[in-house]
C-alpha cells in the first residue's frame, strides 16, 4: 500500500466543520437519537478543539533511511503519511518532529520499527517504539540517549518482549474541588485519552451525588472514578477484569490514602453471579458482601454497552450512574432501564472534537411504585 501525503485522515469525520458547527452537529444527532426516552435538557461540555488528546499511537512509513508518521485514510483504502497531528497534547506534538529525527539519526532505532505510541500526563511523557526485531543490549543503549535527551521515558516492544528502561507507567495529578487526585497510569492499560474531559465527568458525577450509603461499581478500570467518589459514599466495592488496571487501583489508593474502596478482578457478569449467590468465587475470600449497602451502582462499560444479565442485575439498585463512550448501546441499555428508571440528568462530554464521538453520563433514578 502506498502512502499518500497529506490530505484528510480518517480518523476526523467531522473535519470539514469549525467547532461550533460540529457541537450543534452532534448535540441535533444526540436529541434525535435518544427521543422520545428522554426530552429534558443536555448538560454539554466542550473540549480545545486542538491539542487534547493525551495518548496517540502512530504507524511509521519508511521510505529509505527516512520516517514519516502515518495514519489511515478518510477513504479507509490508503494510508496517510504527516508531519503533525494537531489532536495530540502539545508535549507530543513538539516532540514528535524531533523523536523521528533522532531515531532516524540511528540504524539500531530505526531498523524494523513499525509503530510508536505516547501516553503523556501532567507529570510524565511515556514513548513505547514497536519492533519487528529483537531488543539486544545495544538498543538499550541508544534508547537510553533518548531518554535523556529528551526527558522521557521510553519502552521497547518487540514480539514477546518488553524493555523498560527507567519505568513503565506516567502520573498524572489535577484537582477537583479543592481536593488533589494523583494517578499511576501503566503502559498498555486504559486511560481517558482526553485528560480535561476527564476531570470534567468527575466533577460532574460528584455534584450529582447527595447523602448516599455504599457504592458499587463496575468497569472500575485504575480507579479513575471510583477514588474520588469514594469520598461520597462509606464503603465502595469496584471490580474490572484487567490484571494491569486492578495493579493501578490498587497503587492509586495508597497515592491518595484512600480506605474505604475494595477492588476485585471479576468480570460484571461474575460479580452479577456471586452477589446473587449462584456462584462461589475464591478471590472473594476476605470481603463479606453482605456488610454492604449500596444505594448507588456506578458503570462505565466498553462500546458493546451491558449484558443482559448485568443489566438486569443493576436494576435491583434505586440509583444508577452510567458513563458510555457508545451512544447507541446506551439508547439500547436505555430502552429497559427506563421502564423502571427516570433520567434525572443527562450529560454530553465533548471527548473527541472533529469526530463524531461523544461520551455521555446519565443519571438515573428508580420510579417511585404506585399504588392501586
Not at 501525503?5 to 435518544?34: H, P, R, V
Not at 453482605?290 to 462505565?300: G, L, P
Not at 447507541?328 to 441499555?333: C, G, P, V
Request: aromatic residues 12%; glycine residues 4%; charged residues 25%.
Amino acid at each position: 500500500m502506498e502512502c499518500a501525503y497529506f490530505g484528510k485522515c480518517g480518523s476526523c469525520t467531522l473535519y470539514d466543520l469549525n467547532y461550533e458547527e460540529q457541537t450543534i452537529s452532534k448535540k441535533e444527532a444526540i436529541a434525535t437519537l435518544f427521543d422520545p426516552l428522554y426530552r429534558g435538557s443536555y448538560d454539554f461540555f466542550p473540549s480545545p478543539d486542538s491539542h487534547y488528546r493525551a495518548r496517540a499511537e502512530f504507524r511509521l512509513w519508511k521510505e529509505g533511511d527516512t520516517l514519516s508518521y502515518a495514519m489511515g485514510a478518510a477513504d479507509k483504502k490508503s494510508t496517510l503519511c504527516i508531519d503533525a497531528c494537531p489532536k495530540v497534547d502539545f508535549k507530543i506534538a513538539v516532540l514528535m518532529p524531533e523523536l523521528l529525527k533522532a531515531i532516524e539519526s540511528s540504524l539500531l532505532l530505526r531498523e524494523r520499527i513499525f509503530s510508536i505510541e505516547f501516553l503523556c500526563t501532567s507529570e510524565h511523557l511515556l514513548v513505547t517504539l514497536i519492533y519487528h526485531k529483537p531488543l539486544h543490549v545495544e538498543w538499550e543503549e541508544e534508547a537510553r540517549a533518548l531518554e535523556q535527551r529528551f526527558n522521557i521515558a521510553v519502552i521497547g516492544r518487540s514480539r514477546g518482549i518488553k524493555r523498560v528502561l527507567s519505568r513503565d507507567f506516567a502520573e498524572e495529578c489535577f484537582e477537583i474541588a479543592g481536593r488533589t487526585y494523583r494517578y499511576r497510569v501503566f503502559e498498555g492499560g486504559f486511560s481517558q485519552p482526553n485528560r480535561m474531559m476527564n476531570r470534567t465527568m468527575i466533577g460532574w458525577v460528584l455534584e450529582q451525588l447527595g447523602e448516599s450509603e455504599d457504592l458499587l461499581e463496575l468497569y472500575c478500570g485504575y480507579g479513575n472514578f471510583t477514588i474520588p467518589l469514594s469520598t461520597k459514599f462509606h464503603k465502595v466495592l469496584a471490580t474490572e477484569i484487567s490484571k494491569t488496571s486492578i495493579k493501578s487501583a490498587l497503587i492509586n489508593c495508597e497515592l491518595n490514602h484512600v480506605s474505604n474502596i475494595a477492588f476485585l478482578r471479576m468480570s460484571a457478569e461474575e460479580l452479577t453471579c456471586a452477589l446473587n449467590r449462584e456462584r462461589a468465587f475464591n478471590r472473594l475470600q476476605g470481603i463479606d458482601l453482605e456488610a454492604y449497602r449500596f444505594s448507588h451502582v456506578f458503570v462505565d462499560p466498553p462500546r458493546s454497552g451491558m449484558d443482559e444479565k448485568s443489566l438486569a442485575f443493576i436494576s435491583r439498585f434505586d440509583h444508577i450512574i452510567y458513563i458510555s463512550c457508545n451512544p447507541h448501546t446506551l439508547k439500547r441499555d436505555l430502552e429497559i432501564l427506563s421502564l423502571q428508571y427516570e433520567i434525572k440528568r443527562f450529560a454530553l462530554f465533548d471527548q473527541f472534537p472533529n469526530t463524531e464521538h461523544l461520551e455521555s453520563g446519565v443519571i438515573l433514578q428508580r420510579r417511585p411504585i404506585l399504588k392501586p
